[in-house]
């Protein structure tokens, strides 16, 4: 198991790993989206109170927990950076970035347009709406913080000290909710309890979670092998492909 | 794990047990800053702030809907299960008001302690259900 992570590890085997895989995350990825697509828009009834609007939680919960998974994953990358100074790290802590706030943007503008019938407005400074807009902020700084230094690896140690500085925002994103009078909603799926939905609800949600989290693997190979290629472009593996 | 590494691991986990501290106390600080609204019984309490516009929230009292005189202001009664408020509004109401729903009025309280609001939010619950079962929801709470 080490020597199998050791082995991923290094560029060329990674690279090479990840362009056999890529092939069958978009398949299964495009299988799950469908799936979860037909059972989130056709077959989940309508809610009783509003009506067929609230389908746009399909795409607005997974999207909102993709943009905390992958703001995790950066940071544990972070520490795999600052500690191991593992190149294969940094790849993939950059790479994950644009991702994570292509995410974000999604959970904010889905959101927002789901408020102004629902709520009656676009926006409120509520400590949700809030806290994950500072997350799409964090996205950003990690991204211009890395393209600001020259040194690629001094940036990646850079900016993984600034993504393991924006982690406490993870849980105060998770518990806004509950500390505080919010208007957004307190989460109807939780581990512990009982979710306050009927299964033909959550279900296709769950599956639009586990399609996304394809989606998120898919790209970020994809990007980590773009990464690498430039990266290593002096290497003697790269010259041999 | 080499004794430097060992350094590096100890210096994250103090630097991101600092940040954590530190916004901890910050957001507690600012506690009543971050709070969305105030409930009707925290209103009652003189704890909302006087001639100042703040925000109310609670759930719209059963048969309380009126609209008094010209027909475009709406009255109805917040209440939070404990003390009620009676908010006056003339605008436009959000899909999701109805009696007994939660909602969040924006505004501030006149001389005769009545809420008069400048704007209206629902706010909506955790719960999601089918219509049919919602139905089979009420029928069951009348008969209790």
């Known amino acids: 198991m080490f020597l199998w992570f050791h082995k991923l590890g290094s560029p060329p085997h990674f690279y090479r790993i990840a362009g056999k895989w890529i092939p069958w995350l978009t398949w299964i990825f495009l299988i799950l989206v469908a799936a979860g697509l037909y059972g989130g828009l056709i077959l989940a009834p309508p809610d009783y109170q509003q009506g ?94 890395h393209n600001a230094i020259e040194d690629k690896r001094v940036a990646a140690r850079a900016v993984a000290i600034l993504a393991l500085v924006g982690v406490v925002n993870i849980p ?23 979710p306050s939905m009927p299964p033909s609800m959550y279900i296709p949600i769950l599956i639009m979670a586990l399609a996304f989290q394809f989606y998120y693997a898919l790209t970020l190979f994809h990007k980590c092998r773009v990464e690498l290629l430039q990266r290593e472009r002096n290497s003697k593996w790269v010259k041999e492909l | 794990m080499t004794p430097a590494r060992k350094k590096r691991l100890f210096l994250i986990f103090l630097m991101v047990a600092g940040v954590s501290v530190g916004v901890g106390l910050a957001l507690k600080s600012l506690d009543e800053n971050i709070m969305f609204f105030f409930t009707p019984t925290e209103v009652m309490a003189g704890e909302a702030p006087p001639n100042k516009l703040f925000r109310m929230g609670g759930m ?11 027909g475009l ?23 999701l008001f109805r009696e007994g729903q939660g909602i969040i009025a924006n505004g501030k309280l006149n001389e005769r ?4 609001a400048q704007e209206v939010l629902a706010k909506h619950d955790e719960n999601y259900m089918p219509p049919e079962l919602a139905g089979m929801h009420k029928e069951g709470e009348v008969q209790q």
């Not at chain 1, 105060?172 to 009982?194: C, M, N, P, R």
Request: hydrophobic letters at 50%; proline letters at 3%.
């Open chain 1, 52 to 145: 067929e609007s609230y389908r746009i939680i399909f795409v607005h919960v997974p999207s909102a927990w993709m943009s905390m998974f992958i703001y995790v994953t950066m940071a544990f990358c972070a520490v795999v950076i600052i500690v191991w100074r593992m190149k294969l790290a940094e790849v993939v802590l950059i790479s994950s970035a644009p991702i994570g706030a292509s995410f974000t943007f999604l959970a904010l503008v889905t959101g927002s347009l789901w408020g102004k019938p629902m709520w009656g407005t676009y926006w409120v400074w509520d400590a949700r709406l809030t806290s994950e807009l500072i997350l799409l902020f964090l996205y950003l700084g990690v991204i211009g913080l």
């Open chain 1, 172 to 194: 105060i994103i998770h518990y806004s909710v509950e500390w505080w009078h919010s208007l957004h909603q307190g989460a109807s799926l939780t581990k512990f309890d009982k």
């Open chain 2, 60 to 70: 719209v009292v059963n048969g309380s809907v009126s609209r008094p005189g010209d």
């Open chain 2, 73 to 95: 202001t709406v009255q109805f009664d917040l209440t939070d299960n404990k003390q009620q408020v009676t908010v006056r509004y003339a605008g436009i109401l959000p899909d």
């Open chain 2, 113 to 116: 302690g009545e809420f008069v």
